[in-house]
């Protein structure tokens, strides 16, 4: 079992923060095929400071899901922790800080992956969330800035220092982005050096990833993101359908969520995007991609997910 502080997880299998994909359906979802722990979407400091209506939206939350981890970013100390104060009528499990994400509307603010370019001012946020936190408070970052400066030990330790409960690694470096292979060695030694749990992320495509480098790695536990995409089974040993009848459940319970939880008319290309991925590595998955796309509306979606078997 990995254990976060008081909490125990199920499963060390954790549903990463995605944005635009990992909102309620999604981590519903995912939990009921087997994740330990599911993470909300990014949420900007500034926008719950600031009440914006969309960011209290991804906020939105049933016990179905929990636990739940709420992950913050921006580049403020005294707004992070003001955020993390406004958090607590929301009552997560834990509340996760993000330091990893490479988009340039983050880090162009000092936020994400380029908290790793200023590690004072990255302990300085994580010691401000802490002391306002009333859960246990955990880090997402990479393995450093580029190949020359790989610095994942050092500030893993940093965060730990600082009062971090667990960290996770994400095994490329801001300069990869999402291209490349994930270095999952550098995974293992931040493992060795800290006394928190570790959580390796990148590359995880199903169950069987997953627990090949928690052994690999001596990892605590796992965080799966792009893999999960159309892919809950990612979650539960028994891996992935082969077949169309196989997916359809799956597929059709995804949707059953979405429109009880979601404004699908209003979130009609967001729904499409997800459900086209379910059809990958299908034979003729095009068709079926193409399918889903020339659907005017989400009751036309269902009935013709609904027809295909």
Same mark, same amino acid.
């Given at each position: 079992?990995?254990?976060?502080?008081?909490?125990?997880?199920?499963?060390?299998?954790? *549903?990463?923060?995605?944005?635009?994909?990992?909102?309620?359906?999604?981590?519903? *979802?995912?939990? @009921?095929?087997?994740?330990?722990?599911?993470?909300?979407?990014?949420?900007?400091?500034?926008?719950?400071?600031?009440? $914006?209506?969309?960011?209290?939206?991804?906020?939105? #939350?049933?016990?179905?899901?929990?636990?739940?981890?709420?992950?913050?970013? =921006?580049?403020?100390?005294?707004?992070?922790? %003001?955020?993390?104060? *406004?958090?607590?009528?929301?009552?997560?499990?834990?509340?996760?800080?993000?330091?990893?994400?490479? &988009?340039?509307?983050?880090?162009?603010?000092?936020?994400? #992956?380029?908290?790793?370019?200023?590690?004072?001012?990255?302990? %300085?946020?994580?010691?401000?969330?802490?002391?306002?936190?009333?859960?246990?408070?955990?880090?997402? !970052?990479?393995?450093?800035?580029?190949?020359?400066?790989?610095?994942?030990?050092?500030?893993?330790?940093?965060?730990?220092?600082?009062?971090?409960?667990?960290?996770?690694?994400? =095994?490329?470096?801001?300069? $990869?982005?999402?291209?490349?292979?994930?270095?999952? $060695?550098? /995974?293992?030694? &931040?493992?060795?050096?800290?006394?928190? +749990? &570790? /959580?390796?992320?990148?590359?995880?495509?199903?169950?069987?990833?997953?627990?090949?480098?928690?052994? @690999?790695? =001596?990892?605590?536990?796992?965080?799966?993101?792009?893999?999960? *995409?159309?892919? +809950?089974?990612?979650?539960?040993?028994?891996?992935?359908?082969?077949?169309?009848? =196989?997916?359809?459940?799956?597929?059709?319970?995804?949707?059953?969520?979405?429109?009880?939880?979601?404004? !699908? @008319?209003?979130?009609?290309?967001? /729904?499409? #995007? $997800?459900?086209?991925?379910?059809?990958?590595?299908?034979?003729?998955?095009?068709?079926?991609?193409?399918?889903?796309?020339?659907?005017?509306?989400?009751?036309?979606?269902?009935?013709?997910?609904?027809?295909?078997?």
């Amino acid at each position: 079992m990995l254990r976060i502080g008081p909490l125990g997880l199920d499963s060390p299998l954790i *549903l990463a923060p995605l944005a635009g994909y990992s909102d309620l359906p999604f981590r519903l *979802l995912c939990r @009921e095929f087997g994740a330990g722990l599911v993470v909300s979407e990014m949420i900007s400091c500034h926008g719950l400071v600031y009440q $914006q209506a969309g960011t209290l939206a991804m906020l939105t #939350s049933i016990s179905e899901e929990r636990p739940l981890s709420i992950q913050l970013f =921006g580049a403020d100390p005294m707004v992070m922790a %003001q955020a993390t104060a *406004l958090l607590r009528p929301f009552k997560p499990e834990l509340i996760d800080i993000n330091m990893g994400c490479p &988009v340039r509307k983050v880090t162009k603010r000092g936020a994400g #992956s380029a908290l790793m370019n200023t590690p004072a001012l990255a302990r %300085q946020i994580i010691q401000a969330v802490v002391k306002e936190a009333t859960v246990p408070v955990t880090v997402k !970052t990479r393995i450093g800035v580029n190949s020359d400066r790989i610095t994942a030990v050092e500030f893993a330790q940093m965060a730990e220092d600082a009062g971090a409960a667990a960290i996770t690694v994400h =095994g490329r470096t801001w300069a $990869q982005g999402f291209t490349g292979q994930a270095d999952w $060695q550098t /995974i293992a030694l &931040v493992k060795k050096k800290v006394s928190i +749990p &570790v /959580i390796g992320n990148g590359d995880i495509e199903n169950y069987q990833d997953a627990q090949d480098r928690m052994a @690999e790695s =001596g990892c605590d536990g796992v965080m799966i993101g792009r893999g999960a *995409l159309g892919n +809950p089974w990612a979650f539960s040993a028994d891996g992935r359908p082969a077949s169309l009848a =196989g997916l359809l459940p799956g597929v059709r319970r995804h949707l059953e969520l979405m429109a009880e939880h979601l404004p !699908t @008319e209003r979130m009609l290309g967001v /729904i499409k #995007s $997800q459900i086209g991925r379910y059809f990958r590595d299908l034979p003729h998955s095009s068709h079926y991609r193409q399918l889903v796309f020339a659907c005017p509306d989400f009751a036309t979606l269902r009935r013709e997910i609904n027809a295909l078997g």
